[in-house]
């Protein structure tokens, strides 16, 4: 990768941090200030009605312009085996594999009704394939096949648990811990969805990035909220405690595939650079690869051979004249 676009990606990650501290902090201040636990809902405050929900807003738009404005130089990216990839993809399998467990054992407790139960199946099922998936990807030479199958599975296993904050009575319809919940979960879905068409080639860098840092945003806010707001206050915002962690290994997950771009590989891929070629600078048309000194050489010998000089121009008169000379010799005259 050129410098120029391992600049593009760190900003992409600089802009992802600053609005991750803006709104992470100021969640917090709402949750410690102005939360009311038992309907789930804030006070009523210029912060938590209008500043905090435009501030995610504005994130989102934000990251969604810096895809557009940089799709060039974001184009021609390829996914690679790093080693902070593959502790990310095994801490977020811990994690899911604990939301898992705790969530199981709720339901042993206590099973919904209706649209839940169903819903429950589904989590327990897909999850337990999450869970496969990330463990797979913590591995440094993963099955492709496997892996796309695995990977769309999380993307659904992240669609149903949207469906399940949703149709959960736990929180009013209009709670923000709801709303924040179900974006999260939505975000990761796209996140899935994208990385899974990574791993079939069809690559799209221009929306893989924002749809990125937005999971990145809204997973890290949602979970270190959570987490000081338990801390602070000896009581968790949600029933299932493992339910920060999850959003939290899903968040580093994200943010080391992000940054799997600008990190060299752990382990040596055969790449055309590998077998001689130097790349050149990336254009609107992505990243190619100009002949390596030796291809030159070799190429510029060929042309030599076959090339229309003067001296071979001379060379093949020469042999032309003196053919046609010894034609002309070995026929009779005519009488």
């Not at 806010?221 to 602070?232: C, E, F, T």
């Not at 010998?301 to 034609?327: I, L, M």
Request: aromatic share 14%; glycine share 6%; charged share 10%.
């Amino acid at each position: 990768m050129s410098t120029a676009s391992k600049k593009v990606c760190f900003l992409a990650l600089s802009l992802t941090a600053i609005f991750l501290l803006l709104c992470t902090g100021f969640y917090i201040y709402e949750l410690l200030s102005s939360y009311l636990p038992s309907i789930g809902q804030f006070e009523k405050d210029v912060f938590s009605d209008v500043f905090l929900p435009l501030l995610y807003m504005l994130a989102l738009v934000a990251f969604a312009v810096f895809g557009f404005l940089f799709r060039t130089s974001l184009s021609g990216r390829t996914y690679k085996s790093t080693l902070s990839g593959l502790f990310a993809s095994g801490f977020a399998a811990l994690a899911t594999a604990l939301w898992l467990f705790t969530f199981l054992a709720g339901l042993t407790k206590s099973m919904p009704n209706g649209i839940l139960a169903l819903l429950s199946i589904l989590l327990i099922l897909f999850g337990a394939m999450t869970v496969a998936y990330l463990v797979l990807c913590a591995t440094p030479n993963p099955s492709h096949t496997l892996t796309v199958l695995l990977g769309m599975a999380a993307a659904v296993f992240m669609l149903i648990f949207a469906f399940y904050a949703y149709f959960d009575t736990a929180f009013a319809l209009n709670s923000p811990i709801k709303l924040l919940d179900l974006l999260s979960a939505l975000s990761l879905t796209l996140f899935f969805l994208l990385e899974t068409r990574f791993r079939f080639g069809a690559v799209c860098e221009a929306i893989f990035y924002p749809v990125g840092m937005a999971a990145i945003l809204l997973c890290a806010s949602n979970a270190i909220s959570a987490l000081l707001y338990n801390a602070i206050e000896g009581r968790p915002l949600v029933v299932h405690t493992m339910h920060d962690f999850l959003f939290l290994g899903f968040a580093l997950y994200a943010l080391t595939r992000l940054l799997s771009f600008v990190l060299p590989p752990l382990f040596h891929e055969e790449t055309a650079e590998s077998q001689g070629a130097t790349p050149m600078f990336e254009t609107e048309g992505g990243a190619g690869y100009v002949p390596a000194e030796s291809d030159v050489l070799a190429q510029e010998t060929f042309d030599f051979d076959v090339a229309d000089t003067p001296s071979a121009v001379a060379d093949g008169q020469e042999n032309d004249d003196s053919h046609k000379a010894a034609t002309d010799f070995n026929t009779s005259p005519e009488t």
